[in-house]
């Protein structure tokens, strides 16, 4: 299994980041996927979640309405797209990989992890 995360870099407060997820090694098809992040200090924190087919999401109270997941099960790839961005999301974001098709938010329903993609927010 193999997760590569890309698209990171330097936002300014309020503007957007497109983060994508590259796949392979398992049928990305018959799994759910997540997002987390981490910042220095602070332990990794779930962001969003979405289901197998791609028709159901979840995500965390602090980016609900601004974060946006998705996926195409036709390209194995897994994106985040993450508008009105505050400084307080400034932190390492990984692509992760659910143990099975269901969903959740908890870091123990994920069994493979991507490198992550620095994401900083600041004027």
């Known amino acids: 299994v193999q997760l590569v995360e890309s698209g990171g870099g330097l936002a300014q407060p309020g503007g957007s980041l497109r983060l994508s997820c590259a796949a392979s090694g398992f049928t990305f098809s018959t799994y759910s996927m997540g997002w987390f992040r981490q910042a220095p200090g602070k332990e990794r924190e779930f962001v969003a979640a979405?289901?197998?087919?791609?028709?159901?999401?979840s995500y965390a109270d602090s980016v609900k309405g601004r974060f946006t997941v998705s996926r195409d099960n036709a390209k194995n790839t897994l994106d985040l797209q993450m508008n009105s961005l505050k400084p307080e999301d400034t932190a390492l974001y990984y692509c992760?990989?659910?143990?099975?098709?269901?969903?959740?938010?908890?870091?123990?329903?994920?069994?493979?992890w991507g490198q992550g993609t620095q994401v900083t927010v600041s004027s």
């Open positions: 979405i289901i197998w087919t791609g028709g159901g999401t």
């Open positions: 992760a990989k659910a143990k099975t098709r269901s969903i959740n938010s908890g870091i123990w329903g994920y069994d493979y």
